[in-house]
C-alpha cells in the first residue's frame, strides 16, 4: 500500500519515476515516457467509461462520497498532528497506509491535471456550440465564424510556435556539445554570422533609441542626433566585419571558440525568431489579441468619470468622508498630486499634514483594521460554504 | 442657477472629450514634478538590491495587457533590476496569456544596454503556465524540483543550486488579481514575498506589508514610477542605461485624469447642492 503511494507520489528510486526520465532522440515509440502517457490514457478512458455507468441512483453517494473524501484530505493535511523527525521531515503514519502525507503530491498534481482537462473541455464546449451554430446558419452565425476562426488560429500559431522552441532548444544544446568538443561545421558559421548580425543590430538600435529619446527630451540637438546616429551605423559595420573574421577564421581552424559559440547561440534565437511560425504568433498575438485587450480595458476610464461626476454624491456624513479619504488616496498616487504638500518639512509637527503622510496614516491605521475585519468574515463564510459542500449539502454537489 | 443645473444634466460625451484632450496633451508633452518614493516600494527595492550575482528568484507573472499601463512597467522595471544585479529567475504563472506576456517583456528588456544580454536557459527560465493555482503553490512549496520537472527546466544553470524553495532568495508577484492570497496561505516562511499589485489591489495587500509577510510592496503606476526613480539613483551613472520609462511617462496622463476626476465629483456635489437650495427658496 505503502509503496503504491510512493509510486504515485512519484518518490520511489529513479526507474520507475517517470518524470526523472531523461528525454532522448530515441524514436518516440521505444522512450518509456510514451508509453506510461498511453497506458494512463487507456486506464482513464476506462474509469471513465465506468463512472459513465453507474446507476443513475448510485450517482449522489458516489459524488457526496468522492467530494468528502478529497476535501477532508484537504482537511487533515493542517488539522491531523504530524511527527517531526530529526532530519527536519513530517510524517504522519496511520495504521495499513503507512505515510499519508506522502501522497499529497498525487492529490495535488491530480488536482492539477483535472484542471488542465477542464480547458480541453472548455475548447470542446465552444466548437459544439458555435459550430453548431455556423452549420445550421442561425442568428450571428457570423461571429460564430470569427469566434471559431481566431480560436483555431491562436490555436495553431501557439503550439507551433511552442513546438518550434523546443526545437530551439535542441539547437542550443547541440551548439553546447560542439562548443564543448570545439567542433566547427558549415551550420554553424552560418548560425554565428546571423548572431553576429543580430547582435551588432541590437546595440544600433540601442544607441539610436538613446539617441531619439534625448533628442525628445531636449538634451540633443537635431545635428547631434544625426550624429550619434552615423556613429551608431559605424559600430554596427566595424561590429559585423570584426565578428566575420572571428568566424572565418574559426571556420578555417575548425575550432569552435567560446566567442563563435555565443554568436551561434545569439543566431539560433535570431533565426527561430525571424521564422515565419514564430512572426505569425507574435502578429497573431502581442499586435491583435493583446492590443485590442489593452484598449478594450482603457475604455474604463472613460466610464469611471462618467459615473463619478453622476453617482459620487454627497448625500450623507458616510459618504462625505467616503469622498474625501479617496480624494487623499487618489491624490497621493500621482507626483502632481503630492507636490501639492511636498514643501511642507517632513521632520516637524507640521510634515504630518503633508498628502503622502496622511495617505500612509489612513491605509496603515484604517484601511488595515478594516481589511483585516472584511477577511475574517470572508474567511468564516468560505468555512461555512466549505462544509457545506464537503457534507453534500449545497445544491450543486447533492442534486 | 441655469449654469448649475446645466452642468447636472452635462452630457457626458463633454466629460470624454476633456479627458481625450488632456490625456492627450500629457501623453505628448508631460509635465514633471518631484517623485516622493513610498517607503512600501523602498523596502522592494532594498530587498531585491541586497541580493548577489547568481541569487534566485521566483518571479510569478500574473497580468495581461489589459493592465498594461500598471503592470508592463513594473514589471519591466523589476527585469532591468534583477538582470543588472546578475539574479537568475524562474518565470511562472497562473494566467494562460500572462505567460506569453511575460516572455516578450523579458525578451524586449533583455536587448536593453546594460542588461548583461540575459539568455534563456542560462539566466532565466519560463516555467510556463499553471491551470490549478493552489496546488500549483502547493506543489512548488512542498518539492519545487518535481513540480518543474516536467518543463524541462530543473537541469538547467538557473536551477542548478536549487533544491527547495527556501534556496531561492525570494518569490515576487506581479499580478493583477488576487493570486497571491493562495501565497499568503501555502508558503509557511520558506523565503520572502514581494509584491507588484494593481493600484485596486493595494488596499487588501496593505495589512500584509504592515504584518511582515511581504517585504516590500509596489502600487500601481505610481510604484512603477518608484521604482525607476530608485533605479535612476542607482544607475545614473551609465547614461545609456534605460531607468525612468513608461512607469515615469505615465505619471502626467494619470495626474489629470485622476484630477479631471476630482474636480468632476466636486463640481457636480456643488451643483447638486445649489440646484437643491434654489429649489427649497423657490
Request: charged share 0%; glycine share 12%.
Given at each position: 500500500m505503502n509503496w503504491s503511494i510512493q509510486f504515485l507520489a512519484q518518490d520511489?528510486?529513479?526507474?520507475?519515476?517517470?518524470?526523472?526520465l531523461e528525454r532522448t532522440s530515441d524514436p518516440i515509440l521505444s522512450q518509456p515516457i510514451f508509453w506510461w502517457v498511453v497506458g494512463t490514457i487507456i486506464v482513464t478512458s476506462i474509469l471513465l467509461f465506468l463512472i459513465a455507468r453507474v446507476p443513475s441512483n448510485f450517482r449522489k453517494p458516489l459524488i457526496v462520497g468522492v467530494t468528502f473524501l478529497c476535501g477532508f484530505y484537504y482537511v487533515a493535511e493542517w488539522l491531523i498532528p504530524k511527527q517531526r523527525l530529526a532530519t527536519g521531515e513530517e510524517i504522519a503514519p496511520v495504521p495499513v497506509i503507512g505515510n499519508w502525507l506522502a501522497a499529497l503530491p498525487v492529490a495535488s498534481s491530480t488536482a492539477q491535471i483535472i484542471s488542465a482537462m477542464l480547458l480541453v473541455l472548455g475548447v470542446i464546449s465552444i466548437f459544439r456550440v458555435h459550430f453548431g451554430r455556423l452549420l445550421k446558419a442561425q442568428k450571428d452565425w457570423f461571429f460564430s465564424a470569427v469566434l471559431l476562426i481566431s480560436m483555431f488560429t491562436m490555436l495553431f500559431f501557439g503550439m507551433a510556435n511552442f513546438s518550434e522552441r523546443r526545437g530551439l532548444d535542441v539547437t542550443l544544446a547541440e551548439i553546447d556539445k560542439a562548443a564543448e568538443s570545439q567542433e566547427m561545421s558549415e551550420r554553424w558559421v552560418q548560425v554565428a554570422t546571423l548572431g553576429s548580425e543580430s547582435q551588432a543590430f541590437t546595440t544600433k538600435q540601442n544607441a539610436e533609441n538613446d539617441a531619439f529619446r534625448r533628442l525628445r527630451k531636449g538634451e540633443i540637438s537635431r545635428e547631434e542626433f544625426e550624429t550619434r546616429k552615423t556613429e551608431a551605423e559605424d559600430v554596427y559595420e566595424t561590429a559585423v566585419a570584426a565578428s566575420t573574421a572571428q568566424i572565418e577564421a574559426a571556420a578555417a581552424s575548425g575550432e569552435m571558440t567560446p566567442e563563435i559559440a555565443g554568436l551561434a547561440r545569439a543566431g539560433a534565437r535570431a533565426e527561430q525568431a525571424r521564422g515565419f511560425i514564430a512572426q505569425s504568433q507574435r502578429f497573431v498575438f502581442t499586435d491583435m489579441l493583446q492590443v485590442l485587450d489593452a484598449a478594450t480595458f482603457s475604455l474604463i476610464a472613460f466610464f469611471i468619470l462618467s459615473a463619478a461626476f453622476r453617482a459620487f454624491r454627497l448625500r450623507s456624513i458616510e459618504a462625505t468622508i467616503l469622498m474625501f479619504t479617496a480624494l487623499i488616496i487618489l491624490l497621493s498616487f500621482v507626483p502632481l498630486g503630492l507636490a501639492i504638500t511636498s514643501g511642507l518639512p517632513s521632520d516637524q509637527f507640521i510634515g504630518n499634514l503633508r498628502l503622502d503622510s496622511i495617505s500612509d496614516w489612513i491605509l496603515a491605521y484604517l484601511n488595515t483594521p478594516a481589511i483585516r475585519a472584511i477577511n475574517l468574515g470572508l474567511a468564516l463564510g468560505v468555512l461555512a460554504m466549505g462544509m457545506r459542500i464537503l457534507f453534500g449539502l449545497e445544491r450543486g454537489v447533492s442534486e | 442657477m441655469k449654469v448649475w443645473q446645466a452642468l447636472l444634466t452635462l452630457d457626458r460625451r463633454i466629460l470624454y472629450l476633456v479627458l481625450m484632450i488632456l490625456v492627450g496633451w500629457q501623453v505628448v508633452s508631460p509635465l514633471q514634478a518631484e517623485n516622493v518614493v513610498s517607503t512600501k516600494t523602498d523596502s522592494l527595492f532594498d530587498y531585491i538590491d541586497s541580493m548577489n550575482e547568481g541569487d534566485v528568484v521566483l518571479v510569478q507573472s500574473d497580468w495581461t495587457n489589459s493592465t498594461r499601463g500598471e503592470s508592463r512597467s513594473q514589471f519591466q522595471a523589476l527585469m532591468r533590476h534583477l538582470m543588472r544585479k546578475k539574479v537568475k529567475i524562474i518565470v511562472t504563472s497562473i494566467d494562460g496569456q500572462a505567460i506569453e506576456v511575460a516572455r516578450v517583456n523579458i525578451e524586449e528588456v533583455a536587448k536593453e544596454h546594460g542588461n548583461n544580454d540575459y539568455e534563456q536557459g542560462r539566466d532565466y527560465v519560463i516555467a510556463g503556465f499553471f491551470p490549478d493555482a493552489p496546488n500549483y503553490v502547493f506543489g512548488v512549496v512542498n518539492d519545487i524540483r518535481k513540480e518543474f520537472a516536467p518543463r524541462g527546466v530543473v537541469n538547467t544553470p538557473v536551477m542548478a543550486n536549487i533544491s527547495d524553495l527556501s534556496d531561492c532568495r525570494a518569490v515576487i508577484l506581479v499580478t493583477a488579481s488576487a493570486s497571491i492570497n493562495i501565497w499568503y496561505q501555502r508558503m509557511r516562511n520558506k523565503t520572502k514575498l514581494g509584491l507588484f499589485c494593481t493600484a485596486v489591489m493595494s488596499a487588501e495587500n496593505i495589512p500584509y506589508y504592515a504584518s511582515g509577510q511581504l517585504f516590500g510592496l509596489a502600487i500601481g503606476a505610481k510604484g512603477a514610477f518608484d521604482y525607476e526613480t530608485l533605479l535612476q539613483d542607482k544607475y545614473k551613472e551609465d547614461q545609456k542605461m534605460i531607468n525612468l520609462a513608461a512607469g515615469q511617462r505615465y505619471m502626467g496622463p494619470l495626474a489629470f485624469a485622476l484630477m479631471l476626476l476630482i474636480v468632476a465629483v466636486i463640481f457636480g456635489n456643488i451643483a447638486m447642492v445649489m440646484v437643491r437650495k434654489a429649489g427649497n427658496s423657490s
Open positions: 520511489t528510486p529513479p526507474g520507475t519515476n517517470i518524470w526523472a | -
